[in-house]
Structure formats: structure tokens, C-alpha cells
């Protein structure tokens, strides 16, 4: 059965009818032709789907699409508007923090997402003082950004970029 | 994915009366279990009630000086609230070790609770399974049981409860407030989860339409707590083993007495293992190491571990044992009315 569904996607508005299984991931995908997020385990365990929803990261493959019916979604290609890199985009690049790059359109997002949370000061597990100020130490950086996997295994490339676009947003 | 209908709940009493209507309809919350189930052909529901638009997403002081958390806070809000963070650190520990910062900022407090297991032959449909389709065996017993009971289970299911939230609540004597049909009625969090006895396929007290609207925690009690959770990779990965403790000791007299001791136990049991026998030994007891092990062995001692999880006995009683020496130094060092948290 159709459901109609309106979504802004990296600044862009559509309308769409879609069946009630569609996950945001397929919809952005498979209906909006935009491909910069990616479907590696499709169970929530990989991190490669990860998109902001209204500004939160999130695994777009385990979202319902009609669930976010209204919602403005950010991909990494809108991360980087009219064709302008981000500072975490050139920190990816600067630290050589990819192989074959498939899991990079979702390790920018979720650090875009992290970044923000640790700008808010939440804890995560490996904060010592749960009230206190967050500081982006190199554990922090590891244990935030551990929804994430990549299997070329460029993980200590991904957590400089990281550290270093932290450090430029300052 | 069977197809389904889907609705949009527009408010609590709407959402319970269309559920209950329609015996295999379900409740969608962050759906990061429950989509999952759905791909997985693990649900075949036939309606998605969508509850995310309603306005369950308070954290809000009670009379009392406990807190009521809405069903539909997002876990990363609930583990980041300043009230939380400050008067039970055990419950914020226990979230953020839960999942990723991705999917604890979709899963709700209610769905948490209401996630089922992670046994992988209860997710695997090709596989015969009690929980999933009652009668047609458990493939466990006898298989993969690395991540499976050693305490509570029954011949029919061996599964284990997988909520890290759900132990810190145990440990804090919450209660669930749950809407039904015929009204509200609340459930100590310690009798919302049911052992499997013979009827593994029911996870919860709950019936078919029951709503959870909230979670309330009681005022804070004096003493330090943790939430420390094993598992097999420092990260992402749920708990081998996980102990909620909070522990008060009493230092006016010639030698520091435990006075109060709340422990619950995560992955070893198919709810979150209250461990009563362990506090009755620490209640009134001196603070140390044979103190500790006496009462993780007195929780242990009704341990029926499976051929693949002996280890899980002696990693209890370790952790049991590791994490009450911590708690009642820190207990002893801190004054009397603060709540001290310590983690790993
Ligand atoms: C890769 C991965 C790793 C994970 N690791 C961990 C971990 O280490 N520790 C941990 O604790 N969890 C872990 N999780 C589980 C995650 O925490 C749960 O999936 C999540 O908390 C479920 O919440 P939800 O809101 O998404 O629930 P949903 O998926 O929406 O719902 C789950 C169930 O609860 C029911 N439900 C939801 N809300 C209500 C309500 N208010 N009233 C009545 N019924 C309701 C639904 O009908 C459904 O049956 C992991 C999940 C994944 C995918
Ligand atoms: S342990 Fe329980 S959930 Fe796992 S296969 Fe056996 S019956 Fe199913
Ligand atoms: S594709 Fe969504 S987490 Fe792997
Ligand atoms: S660069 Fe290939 S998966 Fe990460």
C-alpha cells in the first residue's frame, strides 16, 4: 500500500509515495537515486547507512522511511555543499583515512554527528566524569565513532582526521 | 519483509486502542529491533502502529524526588541528562555502553526494555526455536551457547535478556507505567520480564495493546554505584556478563559495615537477574574480598551453566567480586548522603 512521504534531502525537497517496508536508507537510495550513503549490513551493525536526521546521526537502514515523513536529511555528499570540501571531508583526505571508501560517506556523517554530541558535552561510555566538560581524546574519539566499521581496516587514518577536524572546529 | 499496514499513532490511548484491536499489530518505536526482525522475517506483523509522534519524551522530577523518564526518550538523551548523569550514573553508564552513538540516538527507553534476544538461532528463522515458534525445539541446547543462561533458564529456551539499560534499572528499583485498555497500571521493572519456564515465546508480563508510557526511578539512595559490562570486544558488542551494583557502607562504627547492597546481573539470565542471595550476604557484613565472594557464590550456587559457558560462573563471581571492592572503597571515602559513581 502507498504512503506519501515528503523528505529534504541535502537541501533538496521531495515528495514521494513509497510502501510502508521502505527503510530511509532504500528510499534514499532507491528511490532518490542518491548513493552517497551506503548499504553494508543492512542490520545495523556496520555504521555504512549512517545519515543526520534533522541534525542526529542515525542508521538510516533501520528507520522506516515514513517514520521520518517531514524530515531533512544530510548526507556526506550534502555535508560538502556546491562541490566545497568540509573541514572533516579534508581531514579524511589530509590522513589518507580510506582505502576503497565504502564505509567513508557514513564514518563522515557519524563524525559530523559525534562531533556535535561532544560540542554538547555527552558523556559516552569512556568519559571519566559523566558532568564534566568532554575533551576529544583519542579514546573518545575511538569509542564514539565505534558504530562504524570499516573493513579495509583504516581505522587509526579515520581517528586522525577525526581528531584534526575537531581540533579546526574549534 | 511480508507487507504491512502502517499507522501513525497521533496519542497514547489512540495507539493502545488500534493495537489491541488487531491481534497482530505492533508498536513501532526507534525500530532498530524491530525492523531488524521485520527483514529478518523474525515479526510477520500485519500493522505497524508508529508511535514516535507521541509526546512521551519527557525526563521530569517527581514529588517524591525520583524522576519520570517518557517511553519515547531517545537513549543518548536519557543517558545525557544532567539529572541522570548526576543522581544515577549507574542507568547513564549502562545506556552509553549500550549499541553506538547512531543507534542509541533512535532506540527509545520503552522499545530498550522491550528489544528481545540476541540468541542467533532465535534470529536465524531456518533454525527450530521455542521463542520464535513455540514447540518446535530450542537449537541452542546442545549448540552455540557463548552468549546464553546460566541462571533461570528452562529445557525450553536457554536465551539471555540483552538490555544493558534494563539492568541499572533493576539494580535502581524502577517501575514501568504502562497503558492498556482498561487503564494504567504500573510494574516493578523487576516483574515486567518473565523467565522462560515453558512459555519462552512470552518475553514480558505484558499483554497484547499494553503501551509503556514511562519509566519512574525512586528517589536517589546514598552510597557509590557502577554499571560494568564484559564483552568480547571493547566496544559495540553486547554483555558476556554485566553487574549493576550500588553499595553504602556504614563507617561511624570500629569497622565499616556494609549497610546496603542492590546488584542486578546482566547476559546471564533471560530477564535481568536481581541478585537477591548476593545482598543478603553483603547486608551487615564487613567489606571485604571473602565478604565479596561469599555473596557472588551465594548467587551462583543455583549457576546451571551450558557446555559452551562455563566461563560465564567464574567471570560473574570475578566481576561480582572486582566491582564490590570498588564500590564499597568508594562508599567508605565519600560522605554519607552523596551518591559516588566509579566505573571501569
Ligand atoms: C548492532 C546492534 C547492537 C546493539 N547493541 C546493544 C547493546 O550492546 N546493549 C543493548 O542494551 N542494546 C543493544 N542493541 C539494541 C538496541 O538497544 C535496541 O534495539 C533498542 O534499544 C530498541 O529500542 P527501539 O526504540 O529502537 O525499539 P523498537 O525496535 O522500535 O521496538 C522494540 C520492541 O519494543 C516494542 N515497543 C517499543 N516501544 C514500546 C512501548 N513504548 N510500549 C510497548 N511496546 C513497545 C516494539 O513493538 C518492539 O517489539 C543493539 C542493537 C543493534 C542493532
Ligand atoms: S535459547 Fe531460546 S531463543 Fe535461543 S533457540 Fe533456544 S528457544 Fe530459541
Ligand atoms: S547498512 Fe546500516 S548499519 Fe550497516
Ligand atoms: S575504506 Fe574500505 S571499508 Fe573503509
Known sequence: ?????????????????????????????????????????????????????????????????????????????????????????????????????????????????MLAEAADDAPSVVTDDLEGPVELSEEEIRERMSGNLCRCGAYVNIVAAVSRAAEESR | MNPFDYERAADAAGAVTIVTDRPEAVFLAGGTNLVDHLKLGVAEPDLVVDINRLELTEVKALDDGGLRIGAMVRNSDAAADPRIRRDYPMLSRALLSGASG???????????????????????????????????????????????????????????????????????????????????????????????????????????????????????????????????????????????????????????????????????????????AAETVLRGAEPNQETFLAAADAELEAAEPLDGNHFKVQMTRGTISTVLAELTAASATTSESTTEDTHE
Open chain 1, 1 to 113: 500500500m502507498g504512503h506519501s512521504l515528503h523528505l529534504t534531502v541535502d537541501g533538496q525537497e521531495h515528495t514521494l509515495v513509497v510502501d510502508s517496508r521502505t527503510t530511509l536508507l532504500d528510499a534514499l537510495r532507491d528511490r532518490l537515486g542518491v548513493m552517497s550513503a551506503k548499504k553494508g549490513c543492512d542490520h545495523g551493525q556496520c555504521g555504512a547507512c549512517t545519515v543526520l536526521v534533522d541534525g542526529r546521526r542515525l542508521n538510516s537502514c533501520l528507520a522506516l522511511a515514513l517514520t521520518h515523513d517531514g524530515a531533512e536529511v544530510t548526507t556526506a555528499d550534502g555535508l560538502a555543499p556546491e562541490g566545497e570540501l568540509s573541514t572533516l571531508h579534508r581531514a579524511f583526505l589530509a590522513h589518507d583515512a580510506f582505502q576503497c571508501g565504502y564505509c567513508t560517506p557514513g564514518q563522515v556523517c557519524s563524525a559530523a554527528g
Open chain 2, 102 to 276: 547512531q543507534l542509541r540516538n533512535a532506540a527509545t527507553m520503552g522499545g530498550n526494555l522491550l528489544q528481545r534476544t540476541r540468541c542467533v538461532y532465535f534470529q536465524d528463522t531456518t533454525t527450530p526455536c521455542n521463542k520464535r515458534e513455540p514447540g518446535s525445539g530450542c537449537s541452542a541446547i546442545g549448540g552455540y551457547t557463548r552468549y546464553h543462561a546460566i541462571l533461570g533458564a528452562s529445557a525450553d529456551c536457554v536465551a539471555t535478556h540483552p538490555s544493558d539499560m534494563a539492568v541499572a534499572l533493576t539494580a535502581l528499583d524502577a517501575t514501568v507505567v504502562v497503558l492498556g485498555a482498561t487503564g494504567e497500571r504500573r510494574i516493578p521493572v523487576t516483574e515486567l520480564h518473565r523467565l522462560p519456564g515453558d512459555r519462552p515465546d512470552q518475553d514480558t508480563v505484558l499483554e497484547h495493546g499494553e503501551l509503556i508510557t514511562a519509566l519512574e526511578l525512586p528517589p536517589p539512595r546514598p552510597g557509590a554505584s557502577t554499571y560494568r559490562k564484559i564483552r568480547d570486544r571493547a566496544s559495540y558488542a553486547f554483555a558476556l556478563v554485566s553487574v549493576a551494583a550500588r553499595v553504602d557502607v556504614d563507617t561511624a562504627g570500629p569497622a565499616p559495615v556494609i549497610r546496603e547492597a542492590a546488584i542486578a546481573l546482566g547476559g546471564v539470565a533471560h530477564k535481568p537477574w536481581r541478585a537477591h
